[in-house]
T-cell receptor, first 115, second 109 residues
Framework: SAVISQKPSRDICQRGTSLTIQCQVDSQVTMMFWYRQQPGQSLTLIAT?????????ESGFVIDKFPISRPNLTFSTLTVSNMSPEDSSIYLCSGAGTGGYNEQFFGPGTRLTVL | EDQVTQSPEALRLQEGESSSLNCSYTVSGLRGLFWYRQDPGKGPEFLFTLYSAGEEKEKERLKATLTKKESFLHITAPKPEDSATYLC??????????FGDGTTLTVKP
């Protein structure tokens, strides 16, 4: 298993600004993912954070809006750029690959409100 | 495209009243299934991996089972602390998972 922390836990931001969310894993993981979750809804995968290379984005998400870095096997950042109120959501990171079957271990989430 | 459907959307039980949650899936080839628990304001917590049809896993009051078309999460004599949203997911390409929408369980004392 892996223990994952995220910073900040919550933030309130103004329209047009950017926020960078940090994700730290306590052990090396093969894969890291970023999700968005609206209250009361399930998880939507934004992208796979690839170590040392560009992230792989899911349909509907683009690098200019959600730039992602992963400099090593235990750390990743997600930036939400040029925010609008529609970006208000919970953002979660996860790590996978510590076991043999890619079950994911999630951080506590970052609750973002855009005014 | 893989699809995962959970039912019911919400379930309210009295303490001690056993029941089951369902996760049905359509996948090109079953490669296992995951169950997670999510408490309000927190990230999902991994519960079980079921690797193949016929397998069962247990943890306290929870027992997960898997067939070729669906999985059940049986909750025996639940307690209020079992209240949470339960998510199932199936593995897909490149280590990713396809998640269901979840079942929100409320256990009343």
């Amino acid at each position: 298993s892996a223990v994952i922390s995220q910073k900040p836990s919550r933030d309130i931001c103004q329209r047009g600004t950017s926020l960078t969310i940090q994700c730290q894993v306590d052990s090396q993981v093969t894969m890291m993912f970023w999700y968005r979750q609206q209250p009361g809804q399930s998880l939507t995968l934004i992208a796979t954070a690839n170590q040392g290379s560009e992230a792989t984005y899911e349909s509907g998400f683009v690098i200019d809006k959600f730039p992602i870095s992963r400099p090593n096997l235990t750390f990743s950042t997600l930036t939400v750029s040029n925010m609008s109120p529609e970006d208000s959501s919970i953002y979660l990171c996860s790590g996978a690959g510590t076991g043999g079957y890619n079950e994911q271990f999630f951080g506590p989430g970052t609750r973002l409100t855009v005014l | 495209e893989d699809q995962v459907t959970q039912s019911p959307e919400a379930l309210r039980l009295q303490e001690g009243e056993s029941s089951s949650l369902n996760c049905s899936y359509t996948v090109s080839g079953l490669r296992g299934l995951f169950w997670y628990r999510q408490d309000p304001g927190k990230g999902p917590e991994f519960l079980f991996t079921l690797y193949s049809a016929g397998e069962e896993k247990e943890k306290e009051r929870l027992k997960a089972t898997l067939t070729k078309k669906e999985s059940f999460l049986h909750i025996t004599a639940p307690k209020p602390e079992d209240s949470a949203t339960y998510l199932c997911a199936v593995p897909r390409d490149a280590g990713k998972s396809t998640f269901g929408d979840g079942t929100t369980l409320t256990v009343k004392p």
